[in-house]
């Protein structure tokens, strides 16, 4: 008969490592650059969500900044995924930490999801002087829909994980 103990997810762990990793090397290139481009009279030639910057001005400043804060809550996420992925290595369940950080690695999701709503929207509106108002549906990993409806999971992954807590704690005084 096969024990019921749960095997420490060893992938995942891996997985959420280099993503963490790979996203924050990203995330310091990005600065640098910013920082860069700031500070010097070269030339740009960028494009932000289909938009044509070419030079760096107030407008350019506020939606890097913008960028910068998505993928800083991003790699947030991914920091408190790691961390309660390895909280299972420990082999205990439905611990506070786990809790918490389901329900912030749901809450950061969405905020991101929300910022880059926020974003597509004012660009036109900097960029092009109107107001453009749409919604599309990717079908990819990628989409802000998809992505929102893995925020709202982690959150019912919460509370699941707290309700459980509760019978935990409730068992464990009966017996």
Known sequence: MKSSVLKPPVLLKTLLDVIFWFTLIGLIFRLLFTVFYFFTDIPVNLTIHHYQITEFNFAFAVGIFLKLLISTLFIYAVYIMRKVVRS????????????????????????????????????????????????????????????????????????????????????????
Not at 110 to 130: A, G, K, Q, S, Y
Not at 138 to 153: E, M, T, Y
């Open 88 to 175: 299972f290595f420990k082999r205990k369940l439905f611990t506070p930490l786990q809790i918490s950080g389901l329900k912030l690695i749901g809450q950061l999701l969405i905020f991101t999801v929300l910022f880059e709503i926020i974003l597509e929207f004012t660009l036109p509106i900097v960029f092009e002087r109107e107001i453009k108002a749409g919604g599309a549906f990717d079908s990819s990993f990628n989409s802000v829909w998809f992505i929102l409806a893995i925020g709202l999971f982690f959150l019912l992954l919460s509370k699941a994980f707290s309700y459980a807590r509760s019978l935990q704690q409730e068992n464990d005084l009966t017996v």
